[in-house]
């Protein structure tokens, strides 16, 4: 039961931080920037919101919420960029063969 609240949990953190990673880092050929900073800032601003909800219900549920957090957040970041890198790469890696991708925990894309 532990391990289901905890996945479920996780799946619920990496759904949310994805959104706010993916609305936030989504830039046109015009942007100014000033956009990238005005983005970086209210995205900073969620993700610490994520971040202190989590330190918060650790004690209460009984979980490592902050270890959870840093799992999970990188995961996603290292999914992108690994994803991102594809545009430069010959031989790419697949949503399917990435190391940070997950069948119960799944990366949006």
């Given at each position: 039961s532990?391990?289901?609240?905890?996945?479920?949990?996780?799946?619920?953190?990496?759904?949310?931080?994805?959104e706010a990673f993916h609305s936030s880092l989504i830039f046109s050929r015009g942007s100014e920037?000033?956009?990238l900073a005005g983005n970086l800032?209210?995205?900073?601003?969620?993700?610490?919101g994520f971040r202190r909800s989590f330190e918060y219900i650790q004690d209460y549920?009984?979980?490592?919420?902050?270890?959870?957090?840093?799992e999970e957040v990188m995961r996603i970041i290292n999914y992108n960029v690994e994803q991102e890198c594809n545009?430069?790469?010959?031989?790419?890696?697949?949503?399917?063969?990435?190391?940070?991708?997950?069948e119960n925990i799944p990366i949006p894309t």
């Open positions: 532990t391990q289901s609240t905890g996945d479920g949990i996780r799946k619920e953190l990496v759904n949310r931080v994805a920037k000033s956009d800032t209210k995205l900073a601003s969620r993700t610490d549920l009984n979980i490592f919420g902050l270890k959870m957090w840093q545009a430069f790469l010959r031989h790419k890696v697949y949503d399917w063969k990435s190391l940070y991708q997950s």
